[in-house]
């Protein structure tokens, strides 16, 4: 019990939190109510929801989701850029060492020591760098597309939006974020598209379409 309750028996203020009977008159005292859900009769809007007769053909469908590839395919896209300059770089510096070695020893040159073994290894690292994230985006979207797609009855409790960056020479970046309750009360917060995140609102009730964590799409009905 909350300090502050009033006894319904003698009116008296409680001074102690998590007291059981009232200091004054000994009463067992009454939790008081919930407060009522901004989101009205939750039970009531998801026993509708299941009443809905297009809710199993809605559930089979499956939004776009092009979303949840991309991220990956960047990441994977910028490896093989980064990658393949860093082997064009070793590339023509080995055909330059070679040809300066040639003219060099035309001409009688001593032998030298130019660092050339570092100069080697140096862009090979940068390959197997390129290598490396090429193939962690690969398997971002390859989990991706094993992940199977959930859908379940779901209401939109909260939004939230989260901004990254922007500070000094690098670009701001946003994330979208929406909370989904389920049937039984229990939660999650799932990422989600911005365009996915201004199309719903808290209060929304309808069918909830999720893969690898993601919330592709909302199907909002009138319950």
Known sequence: MAAGTRCENCGGRQSVAGATHCAFCGVLLKEPPPPPSPFGDVDARFAALREHRGLERMMRERPPAAAGIWPGAIIAAFGLLFGGVAFAMWSSARSWNADFDA????????????????????????????????????????????????????????ERTHVSGGGGNSAARTTYHVTVEREGGRRREYRTTGNMAGGVRPGDMGIAHMRDGMLLGFRRLRV
């Open 103 to 158: 003219r060099w020893n035309a001409f009688g040159g001593m032998p030298r020591w130019t660092g050339d073994d570092v100069f080697d290894v140096m862009p090979l690292l940068f390959v197997a760098i390129g290598v490396s994230i090429l193939a962690f985006g690969i398997y971002r979207v390859m989990g991706f597309r094993r992940a199977p797609w959930e859908a379940f009855p779901g209401l939109v409790v909260g």
